[in-house]
């Protein structure tokens, strides 16, 4: 196993969606903020912010992880030069697992958990658009 061909596209794809991640869950904030006061500093007083926030944000933070992890399947299938899904489903695991870290620790309605099963199918997605096309007769 060499470190570009399985590990350098993981962690180049990786990072591209958790850098797209943060940037759209900023974008989210400013559409819609945490009421006045809140401290993003102070866990209570972050998780009391998160359960005034409406539904469309988090709708928008969903769409937002598809987006990305789409785009982290792109980055790493064009990183290994289109042979392997193997790097974006690792991507789509990877994201899992953080987004299951953020689902644990910051309190989500119930139903975001969904979030959890989008990682993996659009990260694969992003390999299956720039896969290598067999030649046809």
């Known amino acids: 196993m060499t470190v570009t061909k399985y590990v350098l596209p993981v962690v180049v794809g990786a990072m591209a969606a958790m850098m797209l991640i943060t940037l759209g869950e900023t974008y989210v904030g400013t559409l819609y903020p945490l009421r006045p006061g809140t401290d993003r500093y102070d866990a209570a007083s972050l998780a009391a912010g998160m359960r005034d926030m409406p539904d469309k944000a988090f709708m928008l933070l ?3 992880y598809m987006v990305c992890s789409f785009v982290g399947g792109i980055a790493g299938t064009l990183f290994i030069k289109r042979e392997s899904a193997r790097p974006s489903v690792v991507i789509g695991i990877v994201l899992t697992f953080a987004g299951l870290y953020n689902f644990l ?3 989500h309605p119930s139903w975001f958990a969904v979030n959890l099963l989008v990682y993996i199918p659009f990260s694969y997605l992003g390999y299956l658009l720039l896969r290598r ?5």
Request: net charge neutral; aromatic share 10%; glycine share 0%.
């Open 62 to 64: 969903l769409v937002n």
């Open 105 to 107: 620790y910051l309190p």
């Open 133 to 137: 096309k067999e030649a046809t007769v």
